[in-house]
């Protein structure tokens, strides 16, 4: 496979034509029918779903849908989500706390006993299908990351309430919120791919989540990752995060980790692993977590994250008159962040922000502050990054149906008095 498959975007593409290619060369059938015979047995599979050794019982049927506090000083209740609030992080560190951090829930928190927990690696492209209990994975040399995990309808709501969107996006109505920086630690995955005894001919790697299953036609939360993403040495399978155990409402016990990727990738409370020498579908990767709308006739998977900013501030936000010290954080999929530009008069004039030293790590946030004499009334504050590569952010981005990956500057509403 060559590097540029492991971009998800390119790899979907050729998992697709491969699948199509094989299936007519033994059926005679037409790409049409081959394609929604593919769709089909997703939903099939997804409706059989994967028991697994989860806690769902009558007991943790009862139990709240979220194990944390999250209280409305810090965060917004959206369904079976919860959304940080984003100037809570102001003077919270680098890190975010686990307390602080979002939760992104397809449906309910599981309660695993992690003694009876234990995490399999099977299929046609492994040689030795084995499971590896907590303890296991304990016992291999600890890797530890600092990297952030973004939902990918991060910034949802702006596609109406911006960019007047109407109909508004579907799904969750994410500010900016749905984002923390953990240091995460864990096994690669890699390792535990060898001991199973991966084969030269896999092709994908699909991680399947305990949780219960979201629907009979979507099964279990799976995501296949193309092989070669797989075996990089940044995916890992975490038990930990900023030096303790993983929380329940964020994986426990292990989750994966793929720094970049969108968030649907970081599969949590996983507990089997699916290797394969074939394509493999879900509707986490075909009627999910695409791009639909007349902007994307191609309709491509999503994959990397893209370049954000926020403001450390209430939306919208009260300040005095006088000078005040604006903070706030910004993040790229591609490494670090290179400038902040700020403007105090909807996008008029701009200013160079400074990065606080030490604060802008890869695949991480920037954090950054600049100060700001404010006059009496109404005014749009606007932040706009530009990462290593050069990606900054645009003034607007295309729609798509499932408000995936927004990547606008966002006005940010303020009333000084």
């Given at each position: 496979?060559?590097?540029?498959?492991?971009?998800?975007?390119?790899?979907?593409?050729?998992?697709?034509?491969?699948?199509?290619?094989?299936?007519?060369?033994?059926?005679?059938?037409?790409?049409?029918?081959?394609?929604?015979?593919?769709?089909?047995?997703?939903?099939?599979?997804?409706?059989?779903?994967?028991?697994?050794?989860?806690?769902?019982?009558?007991?943790a049927q009862s139990l709240p849908p979220i194990v944390?506090?999250?209280?409305a000083d810090k965060f917004r209740t959206l369904g079976t989500n919860r959304e940080t609030l984003f100037e809570a992080h102001k003077g919270q560190g680098y890190l975010t706390p686990a307390s602080l951090f979002f939760i992104r829930n397809h449906t309910t928190t599981p309660r695993i006993d992690p003694a009876a927990w234990s995490l399999r690696i099977e299929g046609?492209?492994?040689?030795?299908?084995?499971?590896?209990?907590?303890?296991?994975?304990?016992?291999?040399p600890p890797v530890s990351l600092t990297r952030f995990i973004e939902c990918a309808g991060n910034g949802r709501s702006f596609y109406a309430t911006q960019q007047g969107a109407n109909p508004a996006a579907s799904g969750?109505?994410?500010?900016?919120?749905?984002?923390?920086?953990?240091?995460?630690?864990?096994?690669?995955?890699?390792?535990?791919?060898?001991?199973?005894?991966?084969?030269?001919?896999?092709?994908?790697?699909?991680?399947?989540?305990?949780?219960?299953?979201?629907?009979?036609?979507?099964?279990?939360v799976r995501r296949a990752l193309p092989i070669q993403r797989a075996l990089e040495d940044d995916v890992l399978v975490v038990y930990g995060l900023n030096g303790e155990l993983l929380p329940q409402d964020h994986g426990f016990p292990a989750?994966?980790?793929?720094?970049?990727?969108?968030g649907i990738a970081n599969i949590k409370w996983i507990g089997r692993i699916e290797v394969s020498e074939t394509p493999l579908f879900s509707a986490f990767n075909t009627t999910q977590y695409k791009y639909f709308g007349a902007a994307y006739p191609d309709e491509p998977v999503l994959t990397r994250q893209v370049v954000k900013s926020a403001f450390e501030?209430?939306?919208?936000?009260?300040?005095?008159?006088?000078?005040?010290?604006?903070?706030?954080?910004?993040?790229?999929?591609?490494?670090?962040?290179?400038?902040?530009?700020?403007?105090?008069?909807?996008?008029?004039?701009?200013?160079?922000?400074v990065i606080k030293q030490g604060g802008n790590g890869t695949q991480a946030w920037a954090e950054w502050q600049i100060p700001?004499?404010?006059?009496?009334?109404?005014?749009?504050?606007?932040?706009?990054?530009?990462?290593n590569l050069g990606n900054t952010q645009p003034d607007t981005?295309?729609?798509?149906?499932?408000g995936y990956l927004f990547s606008a500057v966002v006005r940010h509403p303020v009333n000084v008095t």
């Amino acid at each position: 496979m060559s590097d540029s498959l492991k971009n998800e975007a390119h790899y979907d593409q050729d998992r697709l034509e491969r699948f199509v290619w094989a299936q007519q060369q033994t059926t005679g059938r037409s790409r049409r029918d081959i394609l929604k015979q593919a769709f089909g047995l997703a939903a099939t599979a997804a409706s059989a779903g994967f028991l697994g050794n989860t806690a769902s019982n009558a007991w943790a049927q009862s139990l709240p849908p979220i194990v944390k506090p999250t209280p409305a000083d810090k965060f917004r209740t959206l369904g079976t989500n919860r959304e940080t609030l984003f100037e809570a992080h102001k003077g919270q560190g680098y890190l975010t706390p686990a307390s602080l951090f979002f939760i992104r829930n397809h449906t309910t928190t599981p309660r695993i006993d992690p003694a009876a927990w234990s995490l399999r690696i099977e299929g046609t492209g492994v040689t030795n299908p084995r499971s590896f209990t907590l303890d296991d994975l304990l016992a291999y040399p600890p890797v530890s990351l600092t990297r952030f995990i973004e939902c990918a309808g991060n910034g949802r709501s702006f596609y109406a309430t911006q960019q007047g969107a109407n109909p508004a996006a579907s799904g969750t109505q994410w500010r900016l919120g749905a984002i923390g920086v953990g240091n995460w630690t864990g096994v690669r995955l890699s390792t535990l791919l060898q001991a199973a005894g991966v084969k030269p001919s896999a092709v994908d790697v699909q991680p399947e989540g305990l949780d219960d299953i979201v629907s009979p036609t979507v099964g279990r939360v799976r995501r296949a990752l193309p092989i070669q993403r797989a075996l990089e040495d940044d995916v890992l399978v975490v038990y930990g995060l900023n030096g303790e155990l993983l929380p329940q409402d964020h994986g426990f016990p292990a989750r994966l980790l793929v720094p970049g990727w969108i968030g649907i990738a970081n599969i949590k409370w996983i507990g089997r692993i699916e290797v394969s020498e074939t394509p493999l579908f879900s509707a986490f990767n075909t009627t999910q977590y695409k791009y639909f709308g007349a902007a994307y006739p191609d309709e491509p998977v999503l994959t990397r994250q893209v370049v954000k900013s926020a403001f450390e501030l209430p939306f919208p936000a009260t300040l005095p008159s006088g000078l005040n010290l604006i903070t706030g954080r910004s993040w790229s999929a591609n490494g670090t962040i290179a400038r902040v530009d700020v403007s105090f008069d909807d996008g008029s004039t701009w200013r160079r922000a400074v990065i606080k030293q030490g604060g802008n790590g890869t695949q991480a946030w920037a954090e950054w502050q600049i100060p700001w004499v404010a006059r009496t009334g109404t005014h749009a504050l606007k932040a706009r990054a530009t990462d290593n590569l050069g990606n900054t952010q645009p003034d607007t981005v295309p729609f798509n149906t499932q408000g995936y990956l927004f990547s606008a500057v966002v006005r940010h509403p303020v009333n000084v008095t």
